[in-house]
């Protein structure tokens, strides 16, 4: 059977990524199962998809723990803990980065001896939200690497999923997908189908074991504000908003009312000022401000020069 995980963030194609594979599977006379992994998470937050696919029936389910090939769409996620693209990988797993850094680097970053593949970035873009078909080249390289996969079918597979669109989308996914397939080419068939997970062996999680609590404690009911304070969706953020307050006017009450998560507090003196452990990056509040006094900033340029002018 291959097990396959498709790893990005919100908004980079991960979920049509994932179908597209499992339908080319699919049309290749496969049994499959295709689906995302995520909640209720905005632009940018780390998600997940995975494909499984064998030629007899599939019984197992949820989380592909043992994955054989793992497709990165961002590789700044590596270094994120909660997204787990390192998570049950084996020597004989293949690791595919969206990256402009070298194989070689990142098997000594990682510590790992499994085979590294690099599907290079043509150029940086300040958000990677805009990286434009990264999903369906990842479906794409995917498809050349199981060896097993025509292109044909890979064609096939993106004008069915991607059918409720426009041509030029259609193209240009088609483009992107085709273009990482043929990248891939000297790799046909590296990626291995992974040994059955046999039943009879299976070893039950360490369960943490919970005492019996009153309702009034543990009935899904929240009695305190700031009960998630500590989960910090900063680091989801891929661009940050940064307030110029010299143009601010002080009109608290939009960037503050539109904020989906409450991130962006009013001091005493009636200025907005932002909570970058919990922002999202979502934008909003840049396209709200009525006197553009806030601008969009590429995450990695924010924080370099946060660091540089912070004290030593």
């Known amino acids: 059977m291959f097990r396959i995980r498709f790893h990005g963030r919100g908004g980079q194609g991960m979920k049509t990524a994932s179908r597209i594979l499992g339908t080319a599977f699919f049309l290749e006379g496969y049994e499959v199962q295709d689906a ?17 696919a064998d030629k007899k029936t599939i019984n197992e389910r949820g989380i592909i723990q043992q ?14 803990r909660v997204a787990g693209v390192l998570s049950g990988i084996t020597d004989q797993t293949v690791l595919v980065l969206y990256s402009n850094t070298t194989r070689q680097t990142w098997r000594e970053r990682l510590n790992i001896k499994c085979p590294v593949l690099i599907v290079p970035l043509e150029q940086e873009i300040a958000d990677p939200l805009e990286r434009r078909g990264v999903g369906t080249g990842c479906a794409g390289a995917a498809a050349q690497l199981t060896g097993v996969i025509s292109r044909q079918k890979l064609q096939h597979a ?3 999923e991607l059918a409720e669109l426009d041509n030029q989308i259609i193209e240009k996914n088609m483009f992107h997908a085709l273009e990482a397939f043929d990248l891939m080419e000297g790799q046909q068939g590296l990626v291995k189908e992974g040994v059955s997970i ?3 062996n299976y070893e039950p999680p360490d369960w943490a074991e919970l005492s019996f609590e009153p309702a009034a404690i543990s009935a899904p009911a929240i009695h305190a504000p700031l009960t998630s304070e500590q989960s910090r969706t900063g680091l989801w953020r891929t661009m940050r908003p940064v307030i110029d307050y010299h143009l601010c006017n002080r009109c608290w009450w939009v960037c503050s009312t539109f904020c989906p998560d409450g991130a962006i ?4 003196n009636r200025y907005p000022r932002i909570d970058y452990d919990h922002c999202k990056g979502c934008m909003v509040c840049v396209s709200q401000c009525p006197a553009h006094a806030i ?3 590429p995450e990695a340029e924010a924080a ?3 660091a540089q002018e912070a004290p030593a």
Do not use: N
Request: charge should be neutral.
């Open 36 to 52: 995302p992994r995520y909640g209720a998470e905005r632009r940018g937050a780390p998600i997940f998809a995975y494909v499984r």
């Open 304 to 306: 370099k020069k946060t």
């Open 295 to 297: 601008a969009a900033v």
């Open 67 to 80: 994955p054989d090939l793992v497709l990165v769409a961002d590789d700044t996620l590596v270094a994120v």
């Open 198 to 200: 046999s039943a009879h």
């Open 158 to 160: 993106i004008e069915q």
């Open 265 to 268: 507090q009013v001091t005493d």
